[in-house]
């Protein structure tokens, strides 16, 4: 199983910007896919960008496309989020995930991080 741990949220005003850094270990991460997803109060969970880890191929959803932007450094074994732009809207906890190529559902999780954008 992979272990995942966030760091990198916080406060900051609309317009700012933050970067979330993600740690992995405990598995070779060559067929992972990795991901950032995100929960509000009240919502449901939401993916925000995923990433291959052997190719780098990235995808986002359509809240994320312009402004976030995913990276992986495979000789730290982390991955990246940067958001640019930031919006009241994307207040949430933003968790860290990894699933194997292939499998429809992210399987292992980080402890989720706080990110609060005020307005």
């Known amino acids: 199983q992979v272990q995942l741990v966030e760091s990198g949220g916080g406060l900051v005003q609309a317009g700012g910007s933050l970067r979330l850094s993600c740690v992995a270990s405990?598995?070779?991460?060559?067929?992972?896919?990795l991901g950032w997803l995100r929960q509000a109060p009240g919502k449901e969970r939401e993916r925000v960008a995923a990433?291959?880890?052997?190719?780098?191929?990235?995808h986002y959803a359509d809240s994320a496309k312009g402004r976030f932007t995913i990276s992986r450094d495979s000789t730290k074994n982390t991955m990246y989020l940067y958001m640019n732009n930031l919006k009241p809207e994307d207040t949430a906890v933003y968790y860290c995930?990894?699933?194997?190529?292939?499998?429809?559902?992210?399987?292992?999780w980080g402890q989720g991080i706080q990110v609060t954008v005020s307005s």
């Open positions: 995930a990894s699933k194997p190529r292939g499998e429809a559902d992210f399987s292992s």
């Open positions: 405990g598995r070779t991460l060559t067929m992972y896919v």
């Open positions: 990433i291959t880890w052997s190719e780098g191929i990235t």
